[in-house]
């Protein structure tokens, strides 16, 4: 209630009251008072529903209208995680912001699980599941790859099969497990049965860019997935014998199935799908 009325710029009482009526001329009741708060009732969730879905749709049909058929401008807001916004799709998106001057890209980029749509017009990010609503379309395909210093290995040894890893020092993406790149850490499960207990985390962060500076800095070894500019100098990649077992992802582009007809939409897409030369 109180965000609501921050929103409306009106008072809570206010907000109470406009609910109020509301629910008198619908003749229902739409919330439930608890003690602390309030819930929907069966019938506010279909209302919800209703509301959502007509925001999206007005949403959807003005952004589309106002797009101007000999050119393409205003501005295009794409949703993703931190490493693909910064790094992945800097490689990506230079033809684009030079084919299309006028047209203003926004990155937003977010942790973990907190990608939603809703923010921007796209998202990059790994699929969406449970969402009817939305396109999701392939971006492309990535492995999860092991990599470390030349220092560490050269103090510590270098692997050549899985169990090898239980006595390494692994560094791992923290924040519960959750991984936006594809992985719940593989690596601490590598080469291991369904009945054996999982390696322990050396060093956890929940930043791919940091995971990289930590294994720069020597203090393991890493899961990475094979994105572009991962590799740096004074990294090498982890292979063990027989070849890591390979661990694929997408990564998908995402957008609401109202805007399928957006120009600057698919003109995005068409661009990070373009063959390099």
């Known amino acids: ?15 109470s009251q406009l609910i109020s009526d509301l629910e008198h001329n619908l003749k229902t009741k739409l919330f439930d008072r608890l003690s602390r708060g309030a819930r929907l009732t069966p019938q506010g969730e279909r209302l919800y529903s209703h509301a959502k879905k007509m925001m999206e749709e007005h949403e959807a049909f003005e952004k589309v209208f106002y797009e101007k058929d000999d050119d393409i ?40 699980k907190d990608v939603y749509i809703e923010e921007g017009d796209v998202a990059i990010a790994t699929p969406l599941h449970h969402q009817p609503h939305l396109i999701q379309k392939r971006l492309a395909i990535f492995y999860m790859k092991l990599i470390s210093s030349p220092s560490y290995l050269q103090k510590y ?18 924040g ?26 050396y060093l956890e962060i929940n930043s791919l860019q940091g995971i990289i500076n930590a294994t720069l800095e020597g203090h393991g070894i890493a899961e990475v997935p094979n994105f572009p500019g991962v590799l740096r100098p004074g990294l090498v990649d982890v292979t063990l014998d027989k070849q890591n077992p390979k661990f694929a992802f997408d990564i998908h582009y995402i957008f609401h199935e109202k805007r399928r007809n957006s120009k600057k939409i698919n003109l995005l897409f068409k661009c990070l799908t373009k063959k390099e030369k």
């Open 1 to 15: 209630m109180t965000r609501a009325a921050e929103k409306l710029r009106i008072s809570q009482p206010g907000v």
């Open 73 to 112: 401008e205003g501005e295009l807001k794409i949703v993703t995680t931190p490493y693909l916004g910064s790094e992945w799709l800097m490689f990506k998106i230079k033809d684009f912001l030079q084919e299309h001057p006028k047209l203003k890209v926004r990155i937003v980029v977010r942790e973990d």
């Open 157 to 174: 040894g270098t692997p050549t099969k899985s169990e090898d890893l239980d006595s390494h020092q692994l560094i791992t993406y923290g």
């Open 176 to 201: 519960g497990g959750y991984n936006p790149y594809g992985s719940t850490n593989w690596i601490l499960n590598l080469g291991k049965s369904d009945y054996e207990a999982s390696r322990e985390s």
